[in-house]
């Protein structure tokens, strides 16, 4: 299994970055898919979930409105669309799988089974 995240990069504060994250090695509708970051010094934290379908989307509350989560299973890629970035956006983006298609908001961290290397986003001020 492999999770192949990119669109990262340097971005002024204020601009826009839609990362992407292709999967393969597995039935990618038989996963709910999420993105997590993790800043210099800090702990992962957990950005935007979808279900399988894409019809149940979750959001970290402060992110909600700037980030947006979606995924295409034809090309079995997850996506996140980032828009009025801030220096604090800054981070290594991760995305990551959780087996199963049962969608009761986003799944805990631990039940996510497979994850990407990461894609560094940097946003300068």
């Known amino acids: 299994v492999q999770l192949q995240a990119s669109g990262g990069g340097l971005v002024q504060a204020g601009g826009s970055l839609r990362l992407s994250c292709a999967a393969s090695?597995?039935?990618?509708?038989?996963?709910?898919m999420g993105w997590f970051r993790q800043a210099p010094g800090k702990e992962r934290e957990f950005v935007a979930g979808?279900?399988?379908?894409?019809?149940?989307?979750a959001y970290a509350g402060p992110l909600k409105g700037r980030f947006t989560i979606s995924r295409d299973n034809a090309k079995s890629t997850v996506y996140l669309q980032m828009i009025s970035l801030k220096s604090e956006d800054t981070a290594v983006y991760y995305c990551a799988a959780a087996y199963g298609r049962l969608w009761l908001g986003p799944p805990s961290r631990d039940e996510y089974n497979y994850w990407g290397q990461g894609t560094l986003v940097t946003v300068s001020s």
């Open positions: 979808i279900s399988w379908s894409g019809s149940g989307t």
């Open positions: 090695g597995l039935t990618f509708t038989n996963y709910r």
